[in-house]
């Protein structure tokens, strides 16, 4: 007779259960940590590992990519061989990879480096993500959640201001190990803190169905980056995103199958999209994030190059969005425990589109006050949308399919921030052509205008051109509102959606929690034969 031993003790008190989370958030802000220094660090890059500009768009490139197509890998292999396993792995991979970053010698063995550390950002990202969802009671899940949202914006100020900051004053090599004491710090919390999870019954592998979904994420990311770089009529990218879609709907089609089958183990259980809770839970986060970065897209633009702040100055000037955001997001279980979630995360929508209408009135003279007022209150919108619909969905969601859903989460969020960077680019430059002013201006140089905002202020301050520099201005700031206004009008139809289709509570899966608030549902599997 098999008996199973009793499940060791996980964290049950608050304290521990909340410093468990702290270190894995640590995590989560490395991960943001590294892309927003990225950004700053690329002139120099540059200069130092004589990289060409093909070189510095894969430098970025290759992290986004290898970030989405390693999600759903990297929640299945969670729930099969232990979250916790796969957080330190994901981890000591971090670490590593950003050491070999700092020491590249060539752009090729940058793009390597920076292609394993996508992979262990994705790891990181949804083993973060599921544990929490694991470590806490239906009740405590809204908050938790919404420090992990909070956390996953507060590099964005940060990066430019410390990257900037090492950039001025140290090798360049710091700006990618300082990842390394995070990731430790992240080390020591899940090992002391964390106990192990996995799906009581171990999915399938299903390598084909890993196959395709890698596939399909790699080409849709991949195109929609392209497009957002060489416009909406690229064939080359359409065709690459065109590929892309094939993929996943191959995917889809795989897993029904296997789904059909008595003893089929899909990759991804289907069913999970029966839940309106966890289907439109997925779909309004990334929405959330699509129309968001209007504001992430054009804001550090509008700073540095209308306002002609350095990349640290940008960072600071971000701080309104992301404490709104903080101010939005760890409250949100409180408004949607007295509102219920479909309120909440509709309300969330209607502020951010309020605070993104505001932020379309913006001008060149427009005051610091201002600026940071709208900011603030699209982070607050932002922060309490995204936190409940996260939330709201995970709750409905069985523990022992925690890392597939992260996953599934994750994956939409990670598409849907290039395409909200396409299509509000296109908008953007669009509206900035558009008022540009070049007739008097040769074939060649006017082109180079066109292209982007700095390059319009690079040619205007060559050409010692006063009218020049004010329609760069301008063009850029009207193409800026036009953005906003279209992110705007994408979160009042995501609030109309939310009213519609989300139910006000969503149904939970009981997690099994004891009166002490211990998770059952982390097992370990053993038995012993008398």
């Not at 909340?18 to 927003?36: K, N, P, Q, S, Y």
């Not at 089929?264 to 699509?290: E, M, N, Y």
Request: glycine share 12%.
């Amino acid at each position: 007779m098999a008996i199973s031993p009793p499940a060791p003790a996980p964290i049950t008190a608050n304290k521990p259960k909340w410093w468990a989370l702290a270190g894995i958030t640590l995590g989560v802000v490395a991960v943001g940590l590294d892309v927003t220094v990225l950004s700053v660090a690329l002139p120099t890059l540059a200069s130092a590992l004589k990289a060409s500009e093909s070189d510095l768009q894969w430098f970025s490139s290759a992290y986004a990519v290898a970030l989405a197509a390693a999600m759903l890998p990297a929640g299945v292999l969670g729930d099969r061989f232990g979250r916790k396993k796969m957080m330190l792995g994901a981890l000591v991979l971090f670490g590593t990879a950003s050491f070999a970053c700092a020491y590249c010698p060539t752009p090729g063995a940058f793009i390597a480096a920076r292609t394993l550390l996508g992979v262990a950002a994705a790891a990181i990202v949804v083993m973060a993500l599921s544990t929490t969802t694991v470590l806490f009671t239906d009740n405590e899940l809204p908050r938790a959640v919404g420090i992990w949202a909070a956390a996953n914006f507060l590099a964005l100020p940060i990066g430019p201001i410390l990257g900037g900051w090492l950039l001025a004053n140290y090798w360049w090599g710091w700006v990618f190990l300082l990842n390394i004491p995070v990731a430790v710090i992240g080390l020591v919390a899940v090992v002391a803190l964390v106990p192990e999870s996995r799906a009581a019954e171990r999915p399938g592998l299903d390598p084909l169905g890993m196959v395709c979904s890698v596939l399909g994420l790699v080409g849709v990311t991949y195109g929609l980056i392209e497009l957002g770089r060489n416009g909406w009529a690229n064939p080359g990218s359409l065709a690459v995103v065109a590929a892309g879609l094939g993929a996943l709907v191959g995917f889809f089609t795989w897993e029904r199958h296997l789904t059909l089958q008595p003893a089929g183990k899909p990759l991804v259980d289907l069913s999970l999209f029966s839940s309106r809770s966890f289907t439109w839970g997925v779909i309004l986060a990334g929405t959330a994030l699509f129309a968001m970065i209007g504001v992430l897209f054009t804001m550090p633009q509008y700073f540095q190059g209308v306002l002609g702040v350095d990349a640290q100055g940008s960072g600071y000037r971000l701080l309104p969005l992301v404490a709104g955001l903080v101010l939005g997001a760890v409250p949100a279980d409180r408004f949607a425990t007295w509102a219920g979630s479909k309120v909440t995360v509709a309300l969330g929508f209607v502020v951010m589109a309020a605070g993104m209408a505001m932020g379309a009135t913006t001008t060149i003279g427009s005051s610091t006050v201002f600026v940071a007022g709208w900011m603030a209150i699209t982070g607050f919108g932002t922060g309490l949308g995204l936190a409940t619909a996260s939330s709201g969905a995970l709750s409905t969601v069985p523990t022992e399919r925690s890392g597939v859903a992260s996953a599934m989460m994750q994956a939409v969020q990670k598409v849907g921030a290039p395409l909200g960077a396409a299509i509000l680019g296109s908008v953007l430059v669009t509206s900035y052509q558009s008022e540009l002013h070049l007739a008097a201006l040769p074939t060649g140089i006017a082109s180079v205008v066109r292209q982007s905002v700095f390059g319009g202020l690079s040619v205007a301050e060559r050409l010692h051109s006063p009218a020049l520099l004010a329609s760069v201005r301008q063009g850029f700031v009207h193409g800026l509102d036009a953005s906003l206004l279209v992110s705007a009008g994408v979160a009042i139809a995501a609030a109309l959606v939310a009213l519609t289709v989300l139910p006000n509570r969503p149904v939970a899966h009981s997690k099994n929690t004891g009166p002490n608030g211990a998770v059952a549902a982390m097992t370990v599997r053993a038995s012993a034969r008398p």
